[in-house]
């Protein structure tokens, strides 16, 4: 596309014309993008085991409680309960359900897509449609010249995010009353906010009586891409969660595909 842009310089009273052509290629793009990002989605060794990561089970099971998580099929109740509180207008995924379709079926639908939910639940097993996803690329910054300047926005099915939304209410709810209190982050209750209060009244404690006062702050880039996989699922099978839904999780991860949106 050429583009022509015009501007008047006043003070000198004259006039500058330019030209900017922008040359795209789709398939280079997308090429770029996978590139790019594949190092962060298949960061991890395909041949890595349990067995490469005995010294942190031991860890774990010396260290993290075992909990008392519910291990029963989903009920309407809890799917009905979820599509209420549901943000309206959200993306259509790979099914090309919407939240408020979904929120608008009678139970007799609802109950079939039950039955679909804890097949899956039971057996870690995933229809293909529901791995999946779309990959938008929001800018970071004003000039996008690499993958590095955009920010992926995956669009998973909303069935997915149904099913998961209904079992995270479940781990959420026995992770509150056992979490220390230090803890804020995806839980009822509690909001960043909390952390500033925190901080705040540490700050002033310290002021009050006197005494010096450290604090470490770590971000880390990347964070939920940089986790590797087999110890996460060690230690969801340590504290509790249900194995088949932990299989199911990493099920997921193994076949889940992304299409990017260019």
Same mark, same amino acid.
């Given at each position: 596309?050429?583009?022509?842009?015009?501007?008047?310089?006043?003070?000198?009273?004259?006039?500058?014309?330019?030209?900017?052509?922008?040359?795209?290629?789709?398939?280079?793009?997308?090429?770029?993008?996978?590139?790019?990002?594949?190092?962060?989605?298949?960061?991890?060794?395909?041949?890595?085991?349990?067995?490469?990561?005995?010294?942190?089970?031991?860890?774990?099971?010396?260290?993290?409680?075992?909990?008392?998580?519910?291990?029963?099929?989903?009920?309407?109740?809890?799917?009905?309960?979820?599509?209420?509180?549901?943000?309206?207008?959200?993306?259509?995924?790979?099914?090309?359900?919407?939240?408020?379709?979904?929120?608008?079926?009678?139970?007799?639908?609802?109950?079939?897509?039950?039955?679909?939910?804890?097949?899956?639940?039971?057996?870690?097993?995933?229809?293909?449609?529901?791995?999946?996803?779309?990959?938008?690329?929001?800018?970071?910054?004003?000039?996008?010249?690499?993958?590095?300047?955009?920010?992926?926005?995956?669009?998973?099915?909303?069935?997915?995010?149904?099913?998961?939304?209904?079992?995270?209410?479940?781990?959420?709810?026995?992770?509150?009353?056992?979490?220390?209190?230090?803890?804020?982050?995806?839980?009822?209750?509690?909001?960043?906010?909390? =952390?500033?209060?925190? =901080?705040?009244?540490?700050?002033?404690?310290?002021?009050?009586?006197?005494?010096?006062?450290?604090?470490?702050?770590?971000?880390?880039?990347?964070?939920?891409?940089?986790?590797?996989?087999?110890?996460?699922?060690? =230690?969801?099978?340590?504290?509790?969660?249900?194995?088949?839904?932990?299989?199911?999780?990493?099920?997921?991860?193994?076949?889940?595909?992304?299409?990017?949106?260019?």
């Amino acid at each position: 596309i050429d583009r022509c842009v015009w501007s008047q310089k006043t003070a000198k009273l004259v006039t500058d014309v330019w030209q900017s052509k922008w040359i795209t290629d789709t398939a280079g793009v997308h090429q770029v993008s996978i590139s790019y990002w594949e190092t962060f989605w298949q960061r991890d060794d395909p041949n890595d085991s349990f067995d490469s990561w005995r010294h942190l089970e031991a860890q774990v099971k010396r260290l993290m409680p075992v909990l008392q998580f519910q291990d029963e099929d989903i009920q309407l109740s809890e799917m009905q309960h979820c599509l209420k509180t549901a943000k309206k207008g959200t993306l259509r995924g790979s099914c090309a359900f919407s939240a408020d379709e979904l929120a608008a079926m009678p139970d007799a639908l609802l109950s079939l897509l039950l039955l679909i939910f804890n097949y899956i639940r039971s057996k870690a097993n995933w229809p293909d449609l529901l791995v999946q996803a779309i990959v938008c690329m929001l800018a970071k910054t004003d000039e996008v010249l690499t993958p590095a300047d955009t920010r992926p926005i995956i669009v998973l099915s909303v069935l997915y995010r149904l099913l998961t939304r209904i079992l995270s209410a479940r781990y959420v709810k026995v992770l509150a009353a056992n979490v220390p209190p230090e803890v804020f982050g995806f839980l009822p209750g509690k909001s960043r906010e909390d =952390i500033y209060y925190f =901080i705040q009244h540490a700050v002033e404690i310290a002021l009050e009586e006197n005494h010096t006062l450290g604090r470490c702050v770590a971000d880390l880039v990347k964070a939920f891409n940089a986790f590797p996989r087999v110890p996460l699922q060690i =230690i969801a099978n340590h504290i509790g969660i249900p194995k088949t839904e932990v299989d199911a999780y990493h099920n997921f991860l193994g076949r889940v595909s992304r299409r990017f949106r260019t």
